[in-house]
């Protein structure tokens, strides 16, 4: 049997695993003996799982494999950050970013190849899109990392939290990724707290709903804006899901989980959503949701945007504004923008089915004419 023919088996979470190992007519334990083996301990070699009696390490071997994407390259950060390009079918490539921070190890996992939203302000919107990630696309990017990083789950962790928060829309990529968060949670899997699971949304308002149903993970909001006009212009998904039923959507979230908070993404672009107007609007809208907390990000500049980060200044100062009145708020230090793997800068190589990329070229094309 071809290696296209086999099942992969990083596509199935646990009860899968079960159900697959049913139908070769093996006990569901033994499923779980594999699980360990390819999670716990990073084995992708049947042969090494030495737990697992013979004949069904050779039933294994016949029809299906344990198979993470190709490393294409990887490339480290002066400050530690780690860059992974990671191959995908027909020519593609998505990217993966390890953050090593002194009390944790966040790794940003990506959901699509590509993202379809085109968000104005991403170097990942300007590739494209091509297609959703696989479960083991998305689980695979992990087991990657923590084989190169020397992650041991229950024992030595180098990775601590995993966010959703690479290329592409999670939600867009549903089930896939829901059964990719569930094995990063699974004690089986990599054995992370809820908390530690992150995804992040520019704001699908069902798909929030449905994931609240679904699975209980932490979640992130792209806002980058708090009224309609500029939103729009940044995140065009916010036509269709504007900031009033956003805002409504995360108040059920946080009906149902009282404890939790809801972190809100804002880039700061010098001239476009950094003035104090936009602050006393973000003021405005963080009111109705008293308990979650805004993340402001620096902008991460790529090859050909016409956005600027703001300066210094106007950052600490729109921070300020938003402290004094209440809002907790926190400055992302910008991380590996010396290998483009800053927030927004993520890219990789995208087979594009949107045209955008080529629109994209042709406007760099006509700026430089002019």
């Known amino acids: 049997m071809s290696q296209v023919e086999k099942v992969n088996l990083l596509d199935f979470d646990r009860q899968g695993l079960r159900d697959y190992f049913a139908q070769l007519g093996e006990k569901p334990y033994r499923a779980e003996q594999v699980m360990k083996w390819m999670y ?10 030495t737990d697992v009696g013979k004949a069904l390490r050779a039933k294994l071997s016949e029809v299906c494999y344990v198979g993470p994407p190709a490393t294409l390259f990887d490339k480290g950060a002066v400050d530690g950050t780690h860059k992974w390009l990671l191959g995908m079918d027909g020519g593609n490539a998505i990217e993966t970013v390890y953050i090593p921070e002194p009390t944790r190890g966040t790794l940003c996992v990506s959901s699509q190849v590509g993202c379809a939203l085109n968000c104005q302000f991403c170097s990942t919107a300007t590739q494209g899109f091509n297609r959703n990630l696989s479960t083991a696309e998305i689980i695979g990017q992990v087991w990657v990392a923590a084989k190169q990083l020397g992650n041991y789950t229950h024992q030595r962790r180098r990775i601590t939290n995993v966010v959703m928060m690479g290329m592409g829309e999670p939600l867009a990529n549903f089930d896939n990724v829901i059964k990719a968060m569930s094995l990063m949670r699974d004690d089986l899997g990599f054995g992370l707290a809820s908390k530690r699971v992150t995804l992040s949304t520019a704001g699908m308002v069902p798909m929030i709903d449905k994931l609240s149903d679904a699975m209980d993970v932490s979640l992130a909001v792209s806002l980058h804006a708090a009224n309609d006009e500029l939103r729009t212009e940044l995140v065009p998904l916010n036509k269709r899901y504007p900031i009033d039923e956003l805002v409504a959507c995360c108040q059920r979230w946080l009906a149902r989980r009282p404890r939790t908070s809801i972190t809100f993404e804002y880039t700061l672009m010098k001239g476009i959503n950094d003035q104090p107007l936009h602050a006393r609007q973000l003021i405005k809208l963080m009111r109705k949701l008293p308990q979650c907390k805004v993340n402001l990000i620096p902008f991460n500049p790529f090859p050909g945007t016409r956005y600027e980060r703001s300066e210094p200044e106007t950052i600490r100062d729109f921070q300020t504004q938003l402290l004094n009145a209440g809002v907790l708020t926190m400055l992302r230090r910008t991380r590996g923008d010396d290998i483009d793997a800053a927030c927004g800068q993520l ?22 004419a002019d």
Do not use: I, W
């Open 40 to 49: 716990h301990h990073l084995v992708s070699d049947f042969e090494q799982m």
């Open 347 to 368: 890219k990789g190589q995208v087979l594009d089915r949107t045209r955008r990329q080529a629109e994209f070229l042709r406007s760099q094309e006509l700026a430089h």
